[in-house]
């Protein structure tokens, strides 16, 4: 197992290499960078992207004053800046080197921690990570336990009642639940229970109420509590529908089978059965899902989500990073996360020794 184990470990290197040249290829071909989102904003026009918009004539103006200007010429809405100003941006972002030098500088930086500062906001990637993780473990964390503690009892339950009328009715709740998309939902319960129609029974915004620094320790519990509950049940209602159906027809597939028959017949208890025998090979493919459920739902964030219920988490991050083109944080976060999903799919390789010893990953690499 530890020559499995060491394996894995060094293929991590080769495969967050190709990750990065992959991305980081991709971007170059992507226009509106950082030097044009700062003369975006210095010449007035607020985003780069509306100098895309541009139709008719005054768009084809645009255009001829910009590919007629020498230096300025590679950059949209450059016209009217001296050369020697465009130059000082393009060495202050890093793009005064070739693409592939600059793709090297990056990854040597990364292997000693260095992830750089944002482009627009001056402060560390490091830092600004941990400033918005706190939101996305909150929503993560609980929403990845829920659907766990809920899911797995009811696709059990499920699987040992199918075709039963509490199979039906459950199966139809669900299927309706995943149908109906995260976003949609949140703003349902925001209608509902927020104050926008109904009733007020939950905060609309933000993870803690004003004083919350003031309250007492159960009082900090019971506000911040009182606040996830709506993102929470948002976040959730995907990842429990999928989970479920997967646990029932995992048991579904493993209860037909000879050895639970023989079990049976053996006289042991339905219990018994069920989680001495089944449940251990049943959960296999649970387990297999869960480095993307971990990495998708605790880390990842929903910028749709967030964004609805006002909280600043990685999700939100992201999308702005990725709109204003402030490579250090999509590169940092990508590199960061990218990792975390390499390892935690190793874990779960782990996992699936620990819940089933008969596996031996080295004999069938073998």
Do not use: C
Request: hydrophobic share 50%.
């Amino acid at each position: 197992m530890g020559a499995y184990i060491l394996r894995r470990l060094l293929l991590i290197i080769p495969t967050l290499f190709g990750i990065m040249l992959i991305n980081f290829a991709l971007v170059q071909f992507v226009p509106g960078g950082p030097v044009e989102q700062v003369i975006a904003q210095i010449q007035g026009q607020g985003d780069v992207f509306e100098g895309f918009a541009g139709s008719g004539q005054d768009a084809g103006a645009l255009e001829t004053d910009d590919f007629a200007g020498g230096a300025n010429s590679k950059y949209a809405g450059a016209q009217g800046l001296p050369p020697e100003f465009i130059a000082q941006l393009e060495e202050e972002f890093g793009f005064d080197k070739p693409a592939y030098q600059r793709f090297f500088i990056m990854l040597g930086n990364y292997m000693t921690l260095d992830f750089g500062e944002s482009y627009f906001r001056k402060i560390g990637v490091i830092d600004l990570v941990l400033e918005k993780l706190p939101v996305s473990i909150t929503l993560g964390l609980w929403s990845t336990l829920i659907a766990y503690l809920v899911s797995i009892p009811l696709g059990i339950r499920k699987a040992v009642k199918d075709g039963s009328p509490f199979d039906t009715w459950t199966s139809g709740a669900i299927i309706v639940a995943y149908a109906i998309p995260g976003f949609l939902f949140a703003i349902m319960l925001l209608v509902l229970f927020a104050g926008g129609s109904y009733w007020k029974l939950f905060p609309l915004r933000g993870l803690t109420s004003d004083g919350f620094e003031d309250l007492t320790m159960v009082g900090k519990v019971l506000d911040y509590f009182w606040h996830i509950t709506l993102p929470v049940v948002a976040s959730t209602i995907a990842a429990f529908a999928t989970l479920t159906l997967l646990t029932k027809n995992s048991f579904l597939d493993e209860i037909k089978k000879h050895y639970v028959m023989t079990a049976r017949a053996k006289g042991l208890t339905e219990n018994r059965v069920l989680y001495g025998h089944v449940f251990r090979n049943a959960m296999l493919i649970v387990i297999a899902g869960f480095p993307a459920v971990f990495i998708g739902v605790f880390f990842g964030g929903s910028v749709l989500i967030e964004t609805i219920f006002s909280l600043d988490g990685l999700g939100r991050l992201g999308f702005e990073a990725a709109v204003q083109r402030d490579y250090p944080i999509v590169f940092g976060t990508l590199f960061i996360f990218g990792l975390i999903g390499l390892v935690v799919g190793l874990l779960s390789d782990l996992m699936y020794v620990l819940v089933d010893p008969r596996i031996d990953f080295e004999k069938r690499e073998g």
